[in-house]
Nanobody, 125 residues
Framework: QFQLVESGGGLVQPGGSLRLSCAAS????????IGWFRQAPGKEREGVSS????????FYADSVKDRFTISRDNAKNTVYLQMNSLKPEDTAVYYC??????????????????WGQGTQVTVSS
């Protein structure tokens, strides 16, 4: 049984930082593109960032560019999302997901075949 498990969410003040982790078990992460998505209450799920298998190609949503950084440590079977300068509008449940390909359509949920359970991020004073 393979799974993705997110962690690192929590409550943070505006301007603060969090680092989310996406740990894979039951499969080798290096064989997959990993994407981060988020879903706020009453809104559709949106793509936040994605990273290629080698880690050399990364995509970001315009709303998080220059604030969020995606990275991966294939030896640890883990992908990270470093989130800085957090804003209240970043509040959402964050999910990671895996895909077998990586393209400019990285932000489409249909590109991914397995998802984690999500971790809550709340940005509030």
């Amino acid at each position: 049984q393979f799974q993705l498990v997110e962690s690192g969410g929590g409550l943070v003040q505006p301007g603060g930082s969090l680092r989310l982790s996406c740990a894979a078990s039951g499969f080798t992460l290096v064989n997959y593109t990993i994407g981060w998505f988020r879903q706020a209450p009453g809104k559709e799920r949106e793509g936040v960032s994605s990273i290629s298998r080698s880690g050399t190609i990364k995509f970001y949503a315009d709303s998080v560019k220059d604030r969020f950084t995606i990275s991966r440590d294939n030896a640890k079977n883990t992908v990270y999302l470093q989130m800085n300068s957090l804003k209240p509008e970043d509040t959402a449940v964050y999910y990671c997901a895996r895909a077998t390909s990586h393209s400019i359509r990285w932000y489409l949920s249909s590109q991914y075949d397995s998802w984690g359970q999500g971790t809550q991020v709340t940005v509030s004073s």
